[in-house]
């Protein structure tokens, strides 16, 4: 396998004896820590399972960061240890407190109480030309998500996107979802790179795709 090129702030780290991806930054889930650098584990974070295939994701490091579907923080920390101002949308009260109790030691990462599905409630709050989506909702109607947040995203930006066909129709074989996403995103985006995540989530398509 190719060696996925790292964005600046994401290393590879030997943690547990492993050689692990990782950033700088204060623990969130209980992962092993080296030095001031976290492990960040490709199974609980579809993006960090990206990074692990070599996806093309266009992370350089510094990014303005829009996460959708934030939950309590697992990813997202991570994201704002290595990326610019991160904001993070979450709509369940919950995991928004863990998410807060994240963001306490990182001064880059803006947790929003909201509905992803409703972007008008937090244009007043996300700058404007933001240089990436990344989106991890468990609704359905994932890629009408993406394509309402569209507006956000700067003309050379990128979404980092990943499809949960569970969260979409559980009794549909999860190649037909993930066609059926792919053609609305289509609305809105050019479609980059897409691979399954088997290796690390079972029943995940990763999307990278670039507003039209």
């Known amino acids: 396998m190719t060696e996925p090129t790292l964005p600046d702030g994401v290393e590879?780290?030997?943690?547990?004896g492993e050689n692990r991806l990782a950033t700088r930054g204060e623990p969130v889930y209980?992962?092993?820590?080296?030095?001031?650098?976290?492990a960040w584990d490709p199974r609980r974070s579809k993006l960090g399972g990206m990074l692990e295939l070599g996806f093309d994701t266009g992370l350089c490091g510094g990014e303005t960061v829009l996460y959708l579907g934030a939950a309590s923080g697992?990813?997202?920390s991570h994201v704002a240890d290595f990326a610019g101002p991160t904001y993070a949308v979450e709509f369940?009260?919950?995991?928004?407190?863990?998410?807060?109790d994240a963001a306490e030691p990182r001064d880059r990462l803006f947790p929003l109480l909201k509905d992803a599905r409703?972007?008008?409630?937090y244009a007043h709050v996300v700058e404007a030309d933001v240089d990436v989506i990344v989106q991890d909702v468990a609704t359905r109607g994932q890629a009408t998500v993406a394509v309402r947040n569209a507006q956000f995203l700067a003309d050379d930006g990128r979404l980092l996107l990943a499809i949960k066909a569970r969260s979409e129709d559980v009794t549909a074989a999860p190649d037909e979802v993930f066609s059926e996403a792919l053609d609305r995103l289509r609305d809105a985006y050019d479609v980059l790179e897409t691979r399954r995540l088997d290796r690390?989530?079972?029943?995940?398509?990763?999307?990278?795709?670039?507003?039209?």
Do not use: C, I, S
Request: hydrophobic fraction near 30%.
């Open 30 to 38: 209980g992962e092993p820590t080296a030095g001031g650098w976290r």
């Open 200 to 212: 690390f989530h079972e029943d995940h398509l990763g999307v990278v795709a670039t507003p039209k």
């Open 92 to 100: 369940a009260p919950r995991p928004v407190r863990d998410l807060l």
């Open 118 to 121: 409703k972007p008008q409630t």
């Open 74 to 76: 697992t990813t997202v």
């Open 12 to 16: 590879r780290r030997e943690m547990d």
